[in-house]
């Protein structure tokens, strides 16, 4: 098992910045791949960001230029820097481990996100 625990969450107001932090432990794999979801009052679970074993990330198109995805392998640790947030950012922030063949398969607990106008 893999268990994650997220911190970072808060309220902010329309242009500040938080950093969120997932911490993972158990039967982690180096191979494995981090990412971070949302999901925003009455809305859909979305991809945010994702980040390889290798370095390479991927970003949705809403968050581009404001997000950055990194990890710490030596710590576990997968981070999300969010910049000039928005209100439609409010969400609870999810981070995932993704694994060959059981695709996203452990997620955190989440961390509520809300920006205020």
């Known amino acids: 098992q893999v268990q994650l625990v997220e911190s970072g969450g808060g309220l902010v107001q329309a242009g500040d910045s938080l950093r969120l932090a997932c911490a993972a432990s158990g039967r982690t794999f180096s191979s494995d791949d981090m990412g971070w979801f949302r999901q925003g009052p009455g809305k859909e679970r979305e991809f945010v960001a994702r980040?390889?074993?290798?370095?390479?990330?991927y970003y949705a198109d809403f968050v581009k230029g404001r997000f950055t995805i990194s990890r710490d392998n030596a710590k576990n640790t997968v981070y999300l820097q969010m910049n000039s947030l928005k209100p439609e950012d409010t969400a609870v922030y999810f981070c995932?481990?993704?694994?060959?063949?059981?695709?996203?398969?452990?997620w955190g607990q989440g961390t509520q996100v809300t920006v205020s106008s």
């Open positions: 980040i390889q074993w290798s370095g390479g990330t």
């Open positions: 995932a481990v993704n694994r060959i063949v059981l695709g996203w398969a452990y």
